[in-house]
């Protein structure tokens, strides 16, 4: 003989619930209130929007409370009925039907690479009627983490969509805290592990390795035997780009010892001249024929530079850039990995939607992976 459990109560009786809960204990966090009703944080989320969209309750930060006592609260907890009504009599999804999510954005730079992220995010998001609420930091996870206050305390976002910060102090900092915030979290084009098992944080991003282990095969199907890496020292993609290099080279037995593996300074340092002499030096002096170069400006500066002191582009030296933003604007238009930036953001957008939908507070992480594809022009042919 099977012994059921006590039924869930009802949407309109959860609520009633978080109401009584709140006027006999003032406020309550988001945890709390999922502890006591036994749901989700994210249900509990969403009653709190309903209830605070007919002026029943309010929002504050990271919980709710009561505005007072008031009639439509007393009528709300007279609902609760002795005995529940059938699941079809009251179904959620109509009485949700009227909550308009709002979901906060926070990436590092609006003007490059970043705006077919969040072009992806907001296609994404109008065909389900989703607010997007958008904020710009600069890749300092202080800022990062100002914005991603002030979205959670002063917005409400239901959920968050960020390209955090991971590394440092401050950037582990910021990772714990997006673990503990009272919002569902999805990380785009980064990924972080949190807790004692090291257990992954929700994420979408671009295979930066596959890409760059891709620019290596269309290199070496073109005969190039020595093939050499550029990359900047502060960009996140870097570190996935030279793994993808490495790895490629090592399979396809193509040499490392004497190729160019520079991890250098951005055009905007003032340093970038001298190494960006030193890098060709070395290009010359090992005899590599071909250069995988991330990102876009760093290449088109590189393949200027290689015009002035005569190195012809592909036939001295071919180049690939990493990013395809400005890459088809080079002369010659350079051959360059794409990652799948207006896919990230769909997916991004999606995974989060799947998680605000989803009741199941044991529902598993996922962790999306999206390849980029390759885009070849003159600069390697």
């Known amino acids: 003989m099977t012994v059921s459990g006590p039924a869930a109560p009802l949407p309109d009786e959860r609520r009633a619930q978080v109401i009584a809960l709140l006027r006999r204990r003032g406020v309550l966090r988001v945890t709390e209130l999922a502890s006591e009703l036994d749901v989700s944080a994210i249900t509990v989320r969403r009653d709190i929007a309903r209830l605070a969209s007919q002026g029943l309750i309010r929002r504050v930060r990271g919980g709710a409370a009561l505005p007072g006592a008031t009639m439509a609260a007393d009528a709300l907890i007279s609902q609760i009925p002795e005995v529940s009504a059938s699941p079809e009599a009251m179904p959620e999804a109509a009485g949700d039907a009227g909550t308009r999510a709002t979901v906060g954005m926070v990436v590092p730079s609006l003007d490059y690479y970043w705006p077919d992220v969040i072009r992806g995010v907001r296609e994404a998001a109008a065909a389900s009627g989703t607010r997007v609420v958008l ?39 910021l990772v714990r805290w997006l673990q503990s915030a009272d919002v569902p979290v999805v990380l785009v084009e980064r990924a972080a592990a949190v807790g004692p098992y090291r257990e992954a944080m929700e994420s979408v991003v671009s295979d930066h390795a596959f890409g760059a282990a891709m620019a290596v095969r269309h290199l070496a199907g073109l005969g190039h035997r020595r093939i050499g890496v550029v990359t900047t020292m502060d960009s996140p993609t870097s570190p ?26 951005d055009r905007r340092d003032p340093e970038w001249p001298h190494a960006l002499n030193d890098l060709l030096d070395r290009c010359s002096a090992s005899r590599t024929t071909a250069l995988l170069v991330h990102s876009d400006p760093e290449a088109i500066s590189l393949v200027e530079s290689c015009q002035e002191r005569g190195i012809r582009i592909p036939k001295d030296l071919a180049v690939v850039a990493y990013d395809d933003e400005v890459a088809e604007l080079c002369d010659p238009p350079l051959t360059a990995v794409r990652p799948p930036k207006s896919a990230v953001g769909h997916a991004a957008f999606g995974l989060l939607s799947a998680r605000l939908a989803d009741d199941d507070a044991h529902r598993p992480r996922h962790r999306v992976v999206i390849e980029p594809r390759l885009v070849v022009r003159s600069s390697s042919l």
């Open 135 to 173: 904020r710009g930091a600069t890749y300092q996870a202080a800022d990062e983490r100002r914005q991603l206050s002030w979205l959670v305390d002063s917005v409400g976002v239901d959920g968050l969509l960020v390209a955090p910060t991971t590394t440092g102090e401050d950037g582990e900092e």
């Open 240 to 265: 996935h780009v030279r793994r993808g290099w490495r790895q490629a080279c090592e399979e396809l037995g193509l040499g490392l010892d004497d190729a160019v593996d520079a991890n250098t300074v």
